[in-house]
């Protein structure tokens, strides 16, 4: 059944993005599906997925930018409405970059990058498709357990962190357009990343298979509660963040 709504998902290529427009298809909400270059993995993946039964059965719209640059986000939104979509009902920030770094090697490039990407580049896409909620609706914000927790080499988490606060801030700031802005703070994810990042931390994930508890959370597990806040049936929940990690965080 066609919902009759549009759902708007940066960095939808691939990983979580792509498992959060798959969900949502199969409710029957149109896309737009957000991608950062013309050509490579995340591309040639949406372009096939154009191709299936499910992209077929609602309408999805590949929109190409890269959002750590402003222009780009304008151009971007502009031309939505060349493509016939000049309403949005749901924006889901899922896109994220950032250099693996200690702080002390992180280069004022590598914060312009990490900002740029992660906070400055959410805020804009946030300033560019409000306008296009002119029913209200939702806005989700992704988060990682590095808002909270300390990770070797992690940069995004302070960037998490803010996040999730921004998700507070729009809360209020949006009330009266009546738009409602929560985040999901993931843990680790089945996703692309993932063999790197056990590399990356190889005695925390040795703790982790040490221990009874699942731990690898499936992007799909957080694409059901991304859809849980945008429907009706989460109304009561405002300007907050779900944590989603199997409860790994409450071990010491
Ligand atoms: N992986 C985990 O364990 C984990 C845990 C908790 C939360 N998360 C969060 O979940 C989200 C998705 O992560 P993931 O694991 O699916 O994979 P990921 O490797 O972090 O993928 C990020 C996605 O964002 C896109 N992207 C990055 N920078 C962009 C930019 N400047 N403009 C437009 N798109 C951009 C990427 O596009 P390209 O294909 O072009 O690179 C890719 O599609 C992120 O917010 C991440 O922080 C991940």
Same mark, same amino acid.
């Given at each position: 059944m066609k919902k009759g709504e549009t759902v708007f998902i940066t %960095? &939808? %290529? #691939? %990983?979580l993005g792509f498992a959060i427009a798959e969900k949502f298809a199969k409710e029957g909400y149109d896309l737009v599906l957000n991608y950062r270059k013309p050509q490579g993995k995340s591309c040639a993946n949406l372009l096939r997925f154009m191709k299936s039964d499910l992209a077929n059965s609602v309408k999805v719209t590949l929109a190409q930018a890269d959002i750590s640059e402003p222009r780009e986000i304008e151009k971007m939104v502009t031309n939505l409405n060349k493509d016939g979509?000049? /309403? *949005?009902?749901h924006l889901v920030l899922n896109a994220a970059s950032a250099p693996f770094k200690h702080f002390g090697d992180m280069t004022r490039n590598d914060w312009k990058l990490l900002l740029n990407s992660n906070l400055i580049g959410n805020v804009t896409c946030v300033n560019n498709i409000v306008p296009l909620m002119k029913k209200g609706g939702t806005i989700c914000v992704i988060s990682s357990c590095g808002s909270r927790r300390v990770l070797n080499k992690y940069p995004l988490g302070v960037m998490k962190a803010a996040l999730e606060q921004l998700t507070s801030y729009l809360e209020i700031e949006l009330y009266s357009k009546n738009i409602r802005v929560n985040s999901v703070c993931a843990g680790f994810l089945n996703t692309d990343v993932f063999p790197f990042l056990t590399e990356l931390w190889p005695d925390l994930f040795q703790r982790y298979k040490d221990q009874p508890r699942r731990w690898l959370v499936e992007p799909e597990e957080i694409a059901n509660i991304v859809s849980f806040l945008a =429907? /009706?049936?989460? =109304? &009561? *929940? #405002?300007g907050t963040t779900i944590v989603a990690d199997l409860g790994n965080m409450l071990e010491p």
């Open positions: %960095g &939808a %290529g #691939r %990983g979509v000049d /309403e *949005i009902n =429907s /009706e049936q989460s =109304s &009561a *929940i #405002r």
